[in-house]
């Protein structure tokens, strides 16, 4: 019988535990990543099927962008059994900390311009733009802090934030590690989003009215977009065939139907996944558009979340590496002559 809930992680020992993740993996993570031997073998990988072994080979040795999870509003499941699937996967744990009092989840009652104001942040330090990932109002916050970006030309601009400070900053611009040129925040994208079992009933239980028409629209401001949802799903409000979502433009949709059995509360808990080694392989070689049986396993509640948001991941991954890549090598062959801004700092494997 597949388990509904998984225990909650100690925080103290999850913060603990990635505290010497982040120190042992500081050398070799920097001095690979600059090698000409890992930028070849990474601009050899298809990001759009990405083995087990190229993530652990080459991938964990190049940064990654840090994944913003943001909780259901009654969060009896929390974001926790995600985040520890990922990790388990091979997804670097210094880019899975979330900002506020949880390391392991973020809440969904949070301001989407501060979001998109951390999204900045991240992404004049780091070179990529954070991952967002919601489950049930999480998804709803990660869909409005897509509209939040796509808004150019807005009169109230969004300021950056600083997560570590917990503050917003005095601009609304920052400086693109990549161009050096200044920019607002209202024209960034985002290479992966995903929102995971969100429903109009709960905006309008919740008076959350202003995102209704727009919950199922998906702007330009993501390159691709995953969307989950359950048939009759009562909490979120969803008959026998969900609304589904639409791009308004170039962003890549792709809307995930669950089978009925699937628990709108228990989503997140996908970390037996990683520990069982049939469910495993079966999440490593998914691809999204290749049809294959399901594995044979004690457990495997969940999996096709787990499958789709890993092959996501990785892509983003893979894409925003290679970006990465090719700006370094152009650095490398014209140094650049403006001065960065103060509060821009130098992207380090212990972050």
Known sequence: MARLLAPPLDAQRFAGALACVMVLSFVPAAASATSDDGVRALSSLDCSNVPARSVADILAHFRAPHVIALQGSVPIVTMA?????????????????????????????????RIAGELAWHYERDGLMPVLIGHSQGGMV?????????????????????????????????????TGERRGLASLKVDFASAMVTGSLPRIVLGQWGMISLLREVP????????????????????????????????????????????HVALPRTEHLASQPSTRAWIDAFRPDVESQLPQADDTSNLLVAA????????????????????????????????????????RATR
């Open 142 to 178: 990660v869909v409005k802090v897509l509209h939040e970006l796509a808004a150019e030309g807005s009169p109230s601009p969004i300021a950056v934030w600083n997560p570590e400070s917990d503050a917003p900053q005095s601009r609304t611009t920052i400086t693109d590690p990549h």
């Open 220 to 263: 330009d401001s993501v390159r691709e977009f995953t969307g989950f949802a359950i048939p009759w799903d009562l909490i979120a409000g969803t008959g026998a065939e969900p609304a589904p979502y639409r791009s308004m433009g170039t962003a890549r949709v792709r809307n995930v139907v669950l089978p009925a059995s699937y628990s």
């Open 308 to 347: 789709h948001l890993w092959h996501g991941l990785k892509r983003a991954w893979c894409e925003g590496a290679k970006r990465i890549a090719a700006r370094d090598r152009a650095s490398a062959a014209t140094p650049p002559s403006r001065q960065p801004d103060m509060d821009v700092r130098p992207w």
């Open 81 to 113: 059994p995600l985040v520890a699937f990922l990790a388990a996967m091979g997804y670097p744990q210094a880019q899975l900390v979330q900002a506020g009092p949880d390391p392991r989840s973020r809440s969904s009652f949070v301001d989407s311009r």
